[in-house]
């Protein structure tokens, strides 16, 4: 008899020490209500330099711009024309001024007599040029004057040369071959259209920021607009404006969108900053977030005295405005326990933190009853501690990635995105049925290189 109360009461001991038995799961919901989304503006400053213009201009117009080989053509004159030297340019608004020197060699039939001089001509043009509804440039160019820089003078007797007359000849047969190598060198080396479809189209491409956390940035531009160009010194600059819903997702790569929307009709802005501001809805899937606390916490032992548990997996899930951390223990005690936080942002740190992070009532009640020594053990803080470096060193990557994406950024050849990423900081957080959502604003500076400008 003393036997079998002996064998019941250690049997009792185990059993007290090794249960089966697990606190009720707490229910899963979900408030309805997101916050309503916040357009982001982001203000990218364009900037060419008028010296690259000019390269391109002096390649295309070079040697020979104007001959006449014909002296019985009824002028009297044999006419070459050469550019002289280097084309510069000025930009005054939406207007671009030049001089083309021109070299001169011209034969000149007296009647008795051919004679040849040389001389010197700078012909002095305009181009004015606008931005078409289709964000294409419209550009019209013309002669406006010109200037002798020396005058070709042949004297026979009291016979001068006409030199007012071969000005206007030069002018006259050298207009159209100018004026139309510099509008096509304008429009294609200003190549505007080519540059914001290129940038529009880009936003639609999911962009990998976070490789190590599946991190991935979708700019979706709603708006695309552009200031007025404007000239300093040396270079033309505007601004292009986008106004977008921006959204980052942890996980498998987003779908793609196959055709993006068409470009939109230029609309033209008054602002001239060069910095953003995005709300990016960033979704952070409970699968995601399971999968890095499990690479941190499984396996794990926590032990108080001789009896010990070791953590087999874990389960996110929402209730209201809670996270609910399912953990399933094994070793000492066998089963589930729950705890549960409120996701917060710190405005201190920059960081999500899940605030108040504390075993479920029902969990608390049954472990007082069966296993009370899992309440004063380490193992709701090193679960807090590892909910918070799942929030705070993701963002803390995304940050980086951000400004390493944001250093040299190619959006087509030869033109670099540059910007400065200068904060970070979470807005709101909130739990959906399938994510940790958070609102993060980014703040930050950016610019648009143009170093080729030939598309």
Known sequence: MLRIIAFSGLFLLLFSCKTTRQPAKPMESYYTAWPEERISIINVPVRIQLR?????????????????????D???????????EDIRLKVEGQRITYRVPLKLWIRYDLGITEVEANGDLALNLKTDY????????????????????????VRLGSVNLPIGFIAD?????????????IDDAVRDNLNLRQLVADTWNKMFEPLLVAPE?????L????????????????????????????????????????????????????????????HIKTDVPYA??????????????????????????????????????NTRLSGSYNGNVFLAGKPIYNSSRNTIDVKDLDFTLETRNFLHKSAGWLLKGTLRRKIQENMNFLLDYNLKELRKQLHDQLE?????????????????????????????????ALRGRINVQVNGLNY
């Open 74 to 84: 009824g002028d009297k004159m044999m006419i070459r024309a050469e550019k002289r």
């Open 130 to 153: 606008t931005i078409k509804n289709d964000w294409s440039l419209e550009t019209v160019s013309d002669i406006e004057n010109y200037e002798w820089l020396k005058r070709p003078t």
């Open 213 to 217: 956390y599946n991190t991935w940035l």
């Open 288 to 325: 995601e977030a399971e999968r890095i606390a499990k690479a941190e916490l499984l396996g794990e032992t926590f032990s108080e005295g001789r009896r010990s548990v070791r953590i087999d997996d874990i389960n996110l899930y929402g209730q209201g405005n809670k996270l609910i951390i």
């Open 219 to 278: 700019v979706n531009p709603q708006t695309i607009g552009i200031t007025p160009p404007r000239t300093s010194q040396d270079e033309i600059f505007s601004t292009i404006i986008i106004e977008s819903r921006p959204q980052v997702t942890l996980g498998s790569r987003p779908i793609k969108i196959a055709t993006p929307p068409p470009l939109p009709p230029l609309t033209l802005r008054d602002t001239l900053q060069s910095d953003f501001i995005i």
């Open 408 to 440: 040299a950024y190619p959006i087509t050849s030869g033109i670099m995105l540059r910007g400065v990423l200068d904060d970070l900081s979470i807005q709101d957080a909130f739990l959906a049925p399938d994510a940790i959502r958070v609102d993060i």
């Open 52 to 72: 690259e213009l000019e390269q391109s201009l002096n390649e295309q117009l070079n040697g020979i711009l104007y001959e006449d080989k014909d002296i019985k």
């Open 169 to 181: 000849i030069v002018m006259k047969n050298s207009k159209r071959i100018i004026t139309r190598a």
